[in-house]
């Protein structure tokens, strides 16, 4: 990738520093604290949780950036939530209290651009999310995700509120509570805004940007319909990935609630991996220049758009997996970065219907009972048809080599 060196020459203080690019130093500490054993996973309204938080206000305060929450940095929001997937009703439950995280650079300008990612993760394992075998009681770390977005979020906080170069945009900066409850912290602040939706310009979102593979420098870049300004400016910056584009405004990750406010969005991923909702997602794990390099190039995307106007908005196909509650789990987790025809395996799970069958990390699903798997929406779509206690054959390919496999739908 491209990287701009900047010469810092301060003559008796008359002249400011031309503040650095990204800091690849800096980026370990955030992720290495956020992901300590001492934050017991950061699960959504613990004390754990208001420690990150108070750690990431206290981040913004130390650069100078204006508070804009509803009490300082902090913007509060109740919600209700049922961790029985069997039974969603939340009538009879108190209510609980979350907390976004967010400050602002007034450039003066007329429109805003948010960077934001979710600071929370599974605590101890008590929540249904997990992918471990046997999670409770077991911290989840949560490195990747999300310790790496809310690093890279205060890393660019950090270059933006030092910029020498005058910015034709403002910058919130957001982290956000309760994604891993379903979107819970972005939705609440979209539908009570400490900031007018009419002037944000987009949203760009770091969700699991820490884990960049070296060889195939893979990044899944999400949301490039929501305006037809997106892929230019990804080409013109990108000088070192293989991007992998996906169209949708709807998706796994806090781009979704801006995005079905009207607002563009970009998602940045750098992909699956076998620890991802597990015990095992830890710091040393992460790929600290891999994640240098996806910042870099958000910075090259944001100052490429900085003379534009303000983006026009698009809607996108939405993919059945918004629209479909699943009753059945393989138990694998698919790889979101591959290419080719099928579902490749990321990771299995044990002790759930796949693993059972016999069903292998690296296997490529091509057919699941009688439906013909091309794509990730086919997959969804054939698991759809199944319940607890049906059968399926499964049709893989493993290592070149088509296999049949019959899959039991756990009760």
């Known amino acids: 990738m491209k990287k701009i060196l900047f010469c810092s020459f301060i ?18 500490p955030h992720i290495s604290y956020l992901s300590s054993d001492e934050l017991q996973g950061r699960a959504t309204s613990t004390r ?3 420690k990150a938080a108070k750690y990431i206000a206290e981040k913004f305060k130390a650069m100078g950036l204006e508070p804009k929450g509803t009490k300082a940095y902090y913007a509060d929001y109740l919600y209700k939530y049922n961790g029985n997937i069997h039974d969603t009703s939340t009538a009879l439950l108190p209510f609980k209290k ?9 450039n003066q300008a007329d429109y805003t651009i948010v960077i ?26 949560g490195a990747d995700d999300n310790a790496s977005g ?11 509120s030092l910029n020498g170069i005058k910015e034709n945009y403002n910058f919130l900066f957001i982290t956000f509570s309760g994604e891993e409850l379903g979107l819970l912290g972005s939705k609440k602040w979209c539908e009570n805004p400490t900031y007018p939706l009419n002037k944000i310009n987009y949203m760009i979102n770091l969700d699991m940007i820490g884990r960049l593979n070296d060889s195939t420098k893979k990044l899944l870049i999400y949301g490039i319909g929501t305006s037809s300004e997106w892929t230019t400016a990804i080409e013109k910056a990108n000088h070192y990935f293989s991007v992998k584009y996906d169209s949708a405004g709807v998706g796994p990750s806090d781009q979704t609630s801006f995005y079905l406010m009207g607002i563009p969005v970009l998602h940045f991923f750098t992909g699956q991996h076998s620890d991802y909702h597990k015990p095992t997602d830890d710091a040393y794990k992460v790929n600290i220049a891999g994640e240098s390099k996806v910042l870099e190039l958000i910075v090259d995307i944001i100052q490429d758009l900085d003379t534009k106007p303000k983006l026009t908005y698009y809607k996108t196909a939405s993919t059945e997996s918004s629209k479909m509650s699943f009753k059945v789990t393989l138990g694998i987790m698919p790889d979101y970065a591959f290419d080719g025809v099928g579902i490749r395996i990321d990771d299995v799970t044990l002790n759930k219907p796949a693993a059972l069958a016999g069903i292998q ?7 699941l009972g ?3 798997v091309k794509n990730m929406q086919d997959y969804m779509a054939a698991l759809n048809n199944y319940n607890k206690g049906d059968t399926a054959l499964v049709t ?9 496999m019959t899959v039991s739908f756990l009760k």
């Open 11 to 28: 003559f008796l203080g008359t002249i400011p520093a031309v503040a650095q690019r990204i800091l690849t130093d800096n980026i370990m």
């Open 48 to 50: 754990d949780e208001l």
């Open 98 to 106: 979350g907390r976004n995280v967010v400050a602002f650079i007034d």
């Open 116 to 141: 934001g990612a979710h600071y929370d993760h599974l605590g101890l394992g008590y929540d249904h999310n997990s992918l471990d075998a046997n999670p409770e009681g077991i911290i989840h770390n």
């Open 150 to 160: 809310v690093a890279g979020v205060i890393e660019l906080a950090r270059y933006f």
């Open 361 to 367: 990390r690296g296997d490529i699903i091509i057919q």
């Open 370 to 372: 009688n439906t013909e």
């Open 396 to 404: 893989i390919i493993r290592k070149g080599e088509k296999k049949q």
